[in-house]
């Protein structure tokens, strides 16, 4: 089955502290694996993405960590900032799904000042 | 650019009306996805689209709901008889290509319905 497992679910952490988001999927033909941020009342957005030819990829403040046989992958947040708050999810894209994305749960973090 | 557009962003329908979702997607993007958010979950795919084509509908319910994306005019997410288990927040994303993955998606703000 085509599932993508996140946890925590809600995470509180100071402002300049590093929320760390995971995520765990199943199934071993993804090969696309992005991050997106949700304000209330948005969209989703995508934020950073990686494919599984890498162990890590960085893009400002966010860095994006994967391990390929464990079949896992993180989001953290360096430096975070109150402006950061939203909620995050990761997905995960196999080949040849016609770009269908399997998201997970979701992620609510609040960056305290 | 005007970025993916849907409308309405509310919409408030009695149990058993229909609902009509509309989006526009980016110019340029030939491929039009919607997903379906219930409250404090993560979006689930529920039809891919390409002008007056479904691609995969395999996460649509198969009673009540319908979709389109005719040549001329925005994609078309349709519910019939609407039940309250159909309250969620619907979003519309499009991509200029299929690439295999999914990256080139852009979403947009969203539908939010609500049955009463």
């Known amino acids: 089955q085509q599932q993508v497992k996140q946890s925590p679910q809600s995470l509180i952490v100071q402002k300049g502290g590093i929320p760390i988001i995971n995520c765990a999927y199943e199934n071993t033909a993804f090969d696309y694996f992005p991050w997106y941020q949700q304000f209330p009342g948005k969209g989703p957005a995508l934020l950073i993405a990686?494919?599984?030819?890498?162990s890590e990829k960085k893009e400002g403040r966010f860095t994006i960590s994967f391990n390929k046989s464990a079949k896992q992958f993180s989001l953290h947040i360096m430096d975070s900032q109150p402006g950061d708050s939203a909620t995050y999810f990761c997905a995960a894209s196999p080949e040849n799904a016609g770009n269908m994305l399997t998201f997970g749960g979701g992620t609510r973090l609040m960056v305290k000042p | 650019n005007a970025g993916v557009m849907q409308n309405p962003r509310h919409l408030v329908r009695r149990r058993g009306q229909e609902a009509r979702l509309r989006c526009s997607p980016m110019?340029?993007?030939?491929?039009v996805y919607w997903y379906r958010q219930l409250p404090e979950e993560g979006l689930k795919f529920m039809v891919y689209l390409q002008k007056e084509n479904i691609i995969d509908e395999s996460g649509m319910p198969k009673e009540r709901f319908s979709a389109e994306f005719p040549k001329e005019g925005p994609s078309i997410l349709r519910i019939q008889q609407v039940v309250r288990g159909d309250s969620a927040a619907y979003f519309c994303a499009s991509s200029p290509r299929m690439t295999g993955t999914g990256d080139g998606y852009t979403f947009g703000s969203g539908t939010r319905l609500t049955v009463v």
């Open positions: 990686i494919r599984p030819d890498v």
């Open positions: 110019k340029g993007h030939s491929h």
